[in-house]
């Protein structure tokens, strides 16, 4: 069936096709004027431009039509919640205390261990359809609260078939490394680490993934990973400099890592060469409000040139946000993004970081027709803070969610 957005008020384009990535202080040449577009019978954009004989029209009358939202940075699947450490975290005890007390990853790992695989893959595909409504269609799940060998790889095992439960196409990253695991140090642990990547490559994990901080790992074992990543043909990406500045930057720019996630706490001096390489800075404005972190210097990596993204960081603990218009909202406050930066940060960008970006993440001919249509112009999107602007959202082509009052907005051919 093919599908025609008729008259939008805006439709967010990229300046030219085939784009990897754009980086962040070319934002403005990102397009949001009036217009349509059609998608095709095989759920792919065939034009730039509304067609009268297509099966469905949507009125896209004063709304924005942008690309589907993609979440690069998401802790999908994980058992149960951590309303408890919340509470404690806002009345002042630091995470790095509850981490140490056996709270944080160490008690998510204990849920998913107790939790049956049913009931695991439930909670995140319902979680996943409160995504879809807030205009996510691709998102990444990550492993990491496993801390065993079995543990992580059933958690990679859960994210593949999670792929059978929800709408959106979802990438799986291995992060073996995320908490050192009762018995074992750091160095031991990497070497379990070493010893596992290739079952965990073989469940399809796109990328190895670690976590970087005085309560963790060190950059010695980051080194390590990206060692292991290169070896095993996978993507290095890294959650470094969260709560301390441990200079990971320059170590994982040694090898060519995708992303490093997180950076409130990076050094002045590794902003100019993260900025000039390929590896993509992914910000994380929900964890940094809730867990009351130092901002990143986001506008100081966007004129440096940087490869800016925006991500849920979506986990029980550190950020249990699921909505990227609030990260958006977030963001552009927080980091003084304008909105070309910030929803560049969350569609071309963060496709880039998920090596999609040459089939998802821009309105072009070619490309997925997996798409988002607001409510409003796409400004509102920051400005109406904790409001969904989302009306609704389209995968290849065809409406996967749509809001009551958008409707009327989707009929068939007259
Ligand atoms: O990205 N920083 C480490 N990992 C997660 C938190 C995981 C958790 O607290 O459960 C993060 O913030
Ligand atoms: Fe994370």
């Known amino acids: 069936m093919s599908t025609s957005f008729d008259n939008a008020a805006q439709v967010l384009t990229p300046p030219e096709p085939n784009l990897p990535y754009l980086r962040t202080n070319r934002a403005g040449e990102m397009r949001l004027d009036p217009g349509g577009l059609t998608a095709g019978e095989d759920g792919r954009i065939a034009a730039l431009e509304a067609t009268r004989t297509a099966d469905l029209h949507v009125d896209a009358t004063d709304c924005a039509l942008l690309p589907g939202l993609v979440d690069c940075h998401t802790h999908l699947p994980f058992a149960g919640w951590r309303a408890q450490e919340y509470e404690q975290k806002v009345t002042g005890v630091p995470y790095e205390e509850i981490a140490r007390a056996g709270g944080g990853i160490a008690s998510s790992a204990r849920a998913l261990r107790e939790t049956p695989d049913d009931a695991v893959l439930q909670q995140a595909a319902d979680l996943a359809t409160e995504m879809l409504a807030h205009g996510t269609t691709t998102f990444e799940c990550k492993s990491g609260y ?18 059978a439960r929800v709408r959106q196409q979802t990438t799986r990253t291995a992060l073996l490394a995320h908490a050192v695991p009762e018995g074992y140090t750091a160095k031991t642990w990497m070497d379990e ?93 929900g964890a940094e409000f809730m867990g009351a972190e130092a901002t990143a210097p986001a506008r100081d990596l966007v004129d440096a040139g940087a490869i800016v993204v925006l991500a849920t960081d979506a986990n029980p603990g550190t950020s249990p946000v699921f909505s990227l218009p609030l990260i958006v909202g977030l963001g552009v406050r927080r980091y003084g993004l304008d909105t070309r930066e910030a929803l560049l940060a ?40 904790g409001h969904n602007p989302v009306a609704a959202v389209f995968i290849a082509g065809q409406p996967a969610y749509v809001r009551s009052d958008a409707e009327w907005r989707i009929t068939p051919a007259p």
């Open 146 to 163: 496993g801390l065993s060998r079995d543990g992580e790889l059933r958690a990679l095992k859960l994210a593949a078939e999670l792929r």
């Open 193 to 285: 680490v070493e010893a596992m990547t290739p079952a965990a490559v073989d469940t399809g994990a796109s990328a190895l993934d670690i976590f970087v901080e005085s309560i963790a790992f060190d950059v010695e074992d980051l080194d390590r990973l990206g060692k292991l990543a290169a070896g095993a043909g996978v993507a290095l990406r890294a959650h470094v400099e969260q709560f301390s500045t441990m200079r990971s930057v320059p170590v994982a720019l040694r090898h060519d890592a995708r992303s490093l996630d997180h950076l409130s706490a990076i050094h002045p001096d590794d902003i100019g060469p993260l900025a000039s390489s390929n590896t993509a800075a992914v910000l994380l404005p």
């Open 346 to 385: 969350v569609t071309l960008n963060a496709a880039y970081v998920l090596d999609h970006a040459h089939d998802l993440g821009s309105i072009e001919v070619g490309k997925r027709a997996d798409l988002v249509l607001l409510d409003s112009p796409s400004e509102h999107m920051a400005y109406r803070l």
